[in-house]
Nanobody, 128 residues
């Protein structure tokens, strides 16, 4: 079983930066894609950034040009570099993994239903 543990969240002022990390442990072979999601209070969980086969990246329109997803397979770690943060980026951020292969066919790693492994989340708060 794969476990995901997020870290790197915190409180920053608007315009600041944070880098989130997601460490995967366990038997990670066969993980087809990974992604970052976020959920603000009273809102649905939304896909922020995803990466398929360590190569093809996808971003939500709201974060394009500001966030960068990357993956270090040697370290079994997924990253999310977040720059030019805005108050509307405030949310709990979750790391997720697709071990079923769904995203290889749909090419939609930002859909929550495509992922079957989830971390516990890390809070990001951006103040104006």
């Amino acid at each position: 079983q794969v476990q995901l543990v997020e870290s790197g969240g915190g409180s920053v002022q608007a315009g600041g930066s944070l880098r989130l990390s997601c460490a995967a442990s366990g038997y990670t072979y066969g993980t087809f894609s990974m992604a970052w999601f976020r959920q603000a209070p009273g809102k649905e969980r939304e896909g922020v950034a995803g990466i398929i086969n360590g190569r093809d990246v996808y971003y939500a329109d709201s974060v394009k040009g500001r966030f960068t997803i990357s993956q270090d397979k040697a370290k079994n770690t997924l990253y999310l570099q977040m720059n030019s943060l805005k108050p509307e980026d405030t949310a709990m951020y979750y790391c997720a993994a697709d071990r079923s292969g769904t995203t290889l066919f749909t090419r939609r790693p930002l859909e929550a239903g495509a992922h079957n492994i989830w971390g516990q989340g890390t809070q990001v708060t951006v103040s104006s």
